[in-house]
């Protein structure tokens, strides 16, 4: 028996479709994410985000979006 893995599809940018990115890429699955929004919502104001999986020490909302 063989497995097939699709490509998985990302709708929206907003702070779910990064956190959806995010855990894709951590599981190296191929996404892409589709938006007519840009990245992140207010996600690229944000100072700080801590708690983020695959960014123990944070990261800047502009360098996650």
Known sequence: MSTTT????????????????VQA?????EHVIVSSEPAGGLVPA??????LAGFPGG???????
């Open 46 to 51: 944000a100072w700080r985000i801590d708690n």
């Open 59 to 65: 990261v800047s909302g502009q360098a996650l979006a």
């Open 6 to 21: 699709l490509p998985v599809v990302v709708v929206g940018a907003g702070p779910a479709g990064l956190s959806a990115s």
């Open 25 to 29: 890429r951590r599981d190296c699955l």
